[in-house]
């Protein structure tokens, strides 16, 4: 990577993802590119990290020979420089900083203490989200507990930390959402409802947050540093109609009006700039719900939209529950509503203006499901993706992905892997 005489790292694209070990000596995030079975075509350095590199490199030929062995003496200790990159000083190298990859961010952390402290405090992702620079890595659980994550335009998978909950924890229903750099997962343990908290700044999870009126089975969606839970059960089994206002960088909880209707199992959206929920039960009979509900940020009130939820397989059949339905498979890229018919295999688009869902496409021959569950279908960026694994006990899961922009569905597969292939969780980080 960056092979400058005073930058002595290696170009091993494990330690290039194990950036978090080299600031604070946790566990890394484990690269097991091996595990792949399909092979993904690796995008070459990206032009900033090459600007860093030259800029590295005069800053190293400007010296004189005893201040370059000095400095090839000391390669990679925890010296301190306020300026980064001396040749070009501290706001230019934090320019040329934000539009290098986050996988690069490894190498950068690992030549001394103020890469490691700047990538650390969270400063280059703010500046990232304020200049427009985001990438989208998912998230997802396979297991349990365990979590994974995928880089989609790399095709490299990671493993997380493990996390430590009780036994109840384990085996009781979690929700995720990822949120600027955090990743939540929401969960019961014995006595209360509890989140755990990953943080991709220093590759560790935590628990104690509480949001001020604690939920699960939830709709929720993220945009840059804020997320929104609307909407689902107490620790008593109520359906709620309440919402709250999640910040990450402030890690504060507000409290939002409520929706005009409680609703659980229902699913949320970011889209034009308002926080949509979408389907879901509620009602006395605990019934299935058609209709979604907008929320608008700046005047902070809720307006409820008829048949705003796509059709659900079993929504028509009396001996079915409510409750054995996954809620709404739904996302949203470039402001256009998507949802996926796990029944019938297809794609379905929300036309706004007609307000009704008109079939698009198939979704992946392999993406199997139990009427919705273990499948995730979400929004990464510009594409769609779709993860999950053919049934009858193949222990491989795939990641699909389609550009909506790119012309009619053409599924590309980005990524395999052994392991199960029911998909508990996903969440997708872009920063």
Request: proline share 4%; hydrophobic share 35%.
């Amino acid at each position: 990577m960056l092979e400058d005489q005073s930058c002595l790292v290696s170009k091993d694209y494990q330690r290039e993802s194990n950036w978090v070990a080299c600031m604070n000596g946790k566990e890394p995030l484990v690269n097991y590119q091996e595990c792949e079975l399909v092979k993904c075509k690796l995008p070459n350095k990206s032009d900033a990290f090459n600007r860093v590199e030259v800029a590295l490199s005069l800053g190293n030929s400007s010296a004189s020979p005893n201040e370059q062995a000095g400095n090839k003496r000391h390669a990679g200790d925890n010296s301190d420089s306020s300026s980064l990159i001396h040749a070009i000083g501290r706001d230019n190298s934090i320019g040329c900083l934000i539009h290098c990859s986050r996988s690069d961010y490894g190498a950068i952390a690992s030549l001394n203490r103020s890469f490691r402290s700047l990538i650390r405090s969270g400063e280059l992702y703010k500046l990232r989200r304020e200049n427009g620079v985001v990438e989208h890595w998912v998230y997802f659980s396979c297991q349990l507990v365990g979590w994974e994550a995928f880089d989609p335009s790399r095709g490299r998978w990671m493993h997380l930390p493990a996390m430590t909950p009780d036994e109840c924890f384990v085996l009781a229903d979690k929700e995720s959402l990822a949120v600027g750099t955090e990743l939540l997962v929401f969960g019961k343990e014995i006595f209360s409802l509890v989140i755990y908290r990953y943080s991709l700044l220093t590759n560790t999870w935590s628990s104690g947050m509480r949001m001020n009126v604690p939920r699960c089975l939830f709709g929720s969606a993220s945009i840059g540093e804020i997320g929104i839970l609307a909407g689902g059960c107490d620790s008593r089994g109520n359906i709620l109609s309440s919402a709250e206002l999640y910040n990450s960088e402030s890690g504060t909880w507000k409290t939002l009006p409520s929706m005009n209707k409680p609703r659980k199992m229902c699913s949320g959206v970011f889209m034009d700039g308002k926080f949509y929920v979408i389907g879901g039960i509620g009602g006395a009979e605990s019934k299935r719900l058609t209709c979604g509900e907008e929320y608008d940020l700046e005047k902070g009130t809720w307006r409820e939209i008829p048949n705003m939820s796509p059709v659900q397989a079993n929504a028509a059949r009396n001996d079915m529950p409510a409750t054995s339905d996954a809620p709404p498979l739904v996302a949203v890229v470039h402001n256009e509503l998507y949802a996926a018919d796990y029944a019938d295999m297809e794609v379905r688009k929300y036309d706004k203006q007609n307000k009704a869902w008109v079939t698009i496409g198939r979704l992946p021959e392999r993406a199997a499901s139990m009427y919705g569950w273990g499948l995730a279908f979400r929004a990464c960026g510009n594409r769609l993706i779709v993860i999950g694994g053919p049934k009858g006990g193949a222990e491989y899961i795939e990641v699909n992905s389609w550009v909506p922009s790119e012309g009619p569905i053409q599924w590309d597969l980005l990524g395999r892997k052994r392991s199960g292939s029911f998909v508990y969780n996903c969440a997708v980080m872009g920063c």
